[in-house]
């Protein structure tokens, strides 16, 4: 496939909050190639979290347009962007957010249960997920019975289980200690000499630094683009011309 | 065509394995809170309970109604002064109506032509007594050997009246089974008939027994004694007003009906215009007034069920909001991985029927147990159908249907960002 896997022009994304507009996205354009790693940086309010939820297809832009994997995500209806997130995008959240009451197992074959496979094909794609971030003695243990980069783990196995195009993690190291944070981190890395396409959502000028690339937004707008660890070095203050 | 057909087999897969997920979901929603889904479905329980015994104890008694209704004789018309099942003012008019006798009872003999037996009963209640035994306030029935057609009885030892012991007025006498043994305690069958017992102190051979009938509406049919016609006229009184039994084949009950009318108007001078001053009976009547009671209890139960369903049903509405807004941010995750609006919606339908249809099962086992407990405890009959298990799953399912619709419908509401930010 030719072409860009992300590229967004012109977005917007206004709240109303009480009588007032707040723009949380204010005219932001970018474009992100197959096989890339980049970071989205910013301070809180900055706009990134409206970002994820745009390009992670859970919430949809006021204007401009976003295009994932050669779909005009703006144009979809609710079931068509429910399949698009199935498919080609995967989530690793900042609290992991694993099912409590299932297995590790369960857990990974989530996505692949709304992607419509059978059982047999199910179990044995998780399976390799789980083997694939190193639990493979843990999958049948339930999160509760796992460790916090344990969890993250069986987060990221889901994530990559239905083989997206896209790997869209929010803060992956914002609840662990510094040392698990930096095997979630080390894991990314070798994800993406394998080819992965991640987009990594931080606040921490530290991660970005690691990324090859990074954008970094502030009020809503993109104010530095390039190698990680310029971005991250540049601060918030300082504007990058794109 | 290769690809439509394809798609339609993937889909079909997704729906099936959406569904399985979401009773493995359900079930373990529920294993994770038993206590309150056991206090969720507590009113479906009952109120399933409640119906299922209710019902089945409807069922025995319909069943025992029905076996007992035979002994009246299927074909058969009553006519009599009396209307059964009357109010009190007509009892008082119809009490002062001229007495039915002979004269009645010869003239539909001759006329009634869709007849095929007709049988005097002369009725009074009387002691009967043998040596030092005593059966009190036994009906003693003056009839005829067509009685064994009208009344549908059974002959278990000796024989019935016959046109000869009504011809010579004999003092025969056939015994109703518990008179039997209230009478001839300890005696084999045939070394009763021969024996001699008195009605109102006067002497009667015992000439046959009549085989067991049970009970009907509540009436003893077995304390009952036949002596012939001519003699209980003779010996007992021939003041009373008789009923006329009359029999037909299937299908004439209604021309036999109109015949009756016609030849007791007539024998009894009635004038044209005039109301009837006899009453002629039948089944049907029992029938209909059976069906009425049952039916007021039929009508009671089902209320008393519906009502406790709907409380159950609110129960579980309320539960599952609760569910819902507990599991806010899972429904996130699933959205986000992928879950349409309505696989969740679907998730939790099927959550709340299982919780239903669980309490619907307790509910027929506990009814169940009730109507046997019923049967066993007192005389009544408890019979179960598969039709009223049936609705017993069925209401209850339907119930979680209905009432988790909403909370389901919420549930697939939520904006996936706000139920992942969800705290």
Redesign the interface.
């Known amino acids: 496939m030719s072409g860009p896997l992300i590229a967004v022009e012109g977005l917007h994304r206004h709240y109303r909050v009480g009588g007032e507009i707040v723009r949380a996205l204010d005219g932001v354009s970018f474009a992100i190639a197959r096989g890339e790693w980049v970071a989205i940086v910013g301070q809180s309010g900055s706009g990134k979290s409206t970002l994820m939820n745009v390009i992670g297809c859970l919430d949809t832009p006021t204007s401009g347009s976003y295009r994932l994997a050669g779909a005009d995500v703006e144009k979809l209806a609710d079931d068509a962007l429910a399949d698009l997130r199935n498919r080609e995008i995967g989530f690793v959240f900042q609290t992991f957010q694993l099912l409590p009451r299932a297995s590790a197992l369960a857990n990974v074959e989530l996505p692949l249960v709304y992607r419509g496979l059978p059982r047999r094909e199910r179990r044995a794609r998780a399976e390799a997920a789980l083997r694939a971030v190193g639990l493979e003695n843990r999958m049948h243990h339930r999160p509760n019975e796992l460790s916090g980069g344990q969890r993250q783990r069986v987060a990221i196995a889901r994530a990559l289980v239905g083989d997206p195009s896209l790997l869209l993690a929010d803060e992956p190291t914002g609840n662990l200690d510094s040392a698990t944070g930096e095997e979630i981190v080390r894991l990314f890395a070798e994800l993406h000499t394998r080819g992965h396409t991640i987009l990594l959502v931080t606040h921490e000028p530290r991660l970005a630094a690691r990324c090859p690339r990074a954008i970094r937004l502030s009020d809503g707008r993109v104010v530095g683009d390039g190698p990680g660890a310029e971005v991250a070095a540049a601060g918030p203050a300082r504007v990058v011309p794109a | 065509m290769r690809r439509g057909w394809r798609a339609l087999r993937?889909?079909a897969?997704?729906?099936g394995?959406?569904t399985s997920?979401a009773v493995r979901i359900a079930v373990?929603?529920l294993a994770?809170a038993r206590l309150r889904s056991f206090l969720t479905t507590l009113g479906i329980v009952i109120g399933v309970m409640t119906v299922i015994a209710i019902v089945a104890i409807i069922q025995g008694l319909n069943r025992s109604f029905e076996a007992q209704i035979g002994n009246l004789g299927a074909h058969t018309l009553y006519v009599s002064k009396f209307k059964w099942f009357n109010t009190s003012d007509e009892w008082w008019e119809m009490r002062n109506r001229r007495n039915l006798g002979r004269p009645e009872l010869q003239a539909v003999e001759r006329e009634a032509a869709s007849a095929v037996a007709v049988a005097p009963m002369a009725q009074l209640r009387g002691t009967i007594v043998r040596a030092d035994k005593e059966a009190p306030f036994i009906l003693v029935i003056g009839t005829t050997a067509r009685y064994l057609d009208t009344n549908g009885v059974q002959i278990a030892h000796g024989r019935f009246l016959s046109d000869v012991d009504e011809g010579l007025s004999r003092s025969s006498i056939v015994l109703g089974a518990d008179v039997t043994d209230r009478l001839f305690p300890g005696f084999r069958p045939e070394e009763i008939v021969g024996r001699k017992v008195t009605v109102e102190e006067r002497p009667f051979t015992v000439v046959g027994l009549v085989a067991r009938r049970g009970r009907m509406l509540g009436l003893n049919m077995d304390t009952n004694v036949m002596v012939p016609y001519s003699t209980f006229l003779r010996d007992l009184g021939s003041k009373r007003s008789i009923t006329i039994a009359v029999a037909t084949e299937p299908g004439k009950l209604e021309a036999l009906e109109d015949e009756l009318v016609g030849i007791l108007r007539r024998v009894r001078h009635v004038p044209p215009g005039k109301k009837d001053d006899f009453a002629v009976n039948k089944q049907d009547q029992m029938i209909r007034m059976y069906e009425q009671l049952t039916g007021a209890l039929y009508g009671v139960a089902i209320g008393v069920g519906l009502i406790t369903l709907v409380v159950g049903g609110i129960g579980i509405m309320n539960i599952m909001l609760v569910s819902v807004t507990e599991r806010t941010?899972?429904i996130?995750?699933?959205?986000?991985?992928?879950?349409?609006?309505r696989?969740i919606l679907l998730q939790f339908l099927v959550e709340s029927s299982v919780v239903a249809a669980l309490g619907g099962a307790a509910g027929t086992a506990l009814g169940l147990g009730v109507a046997q407990l019923v049967a066993a405890l007192t005389p009544l009959a408890a019979a179960v159908t598969p039709s009223a298990v049936g609705l017993g799953l069925g209401f209850s399912a339907a119930v979680g249907l209905i009432f988790g619709s909403w909370p389901a419908w919420r549930a697939a509401r939520l904006d996936?960002?706000e139920a992942?930010r969800y705290e």
């Not at chain 2, 996130?332 to 609006?341: D, K």
Request: aromatic share 0%; charged share 35%; hydrophobic share 35%.
């Open positions: 993937r889909g897969v997704r729906a394995a959406e997920e373990q929603a994770g941010r899972e996130g995750v699933r959205r986000a991985l992928g879950a349409r609006r696989t996936p960002v992942l």
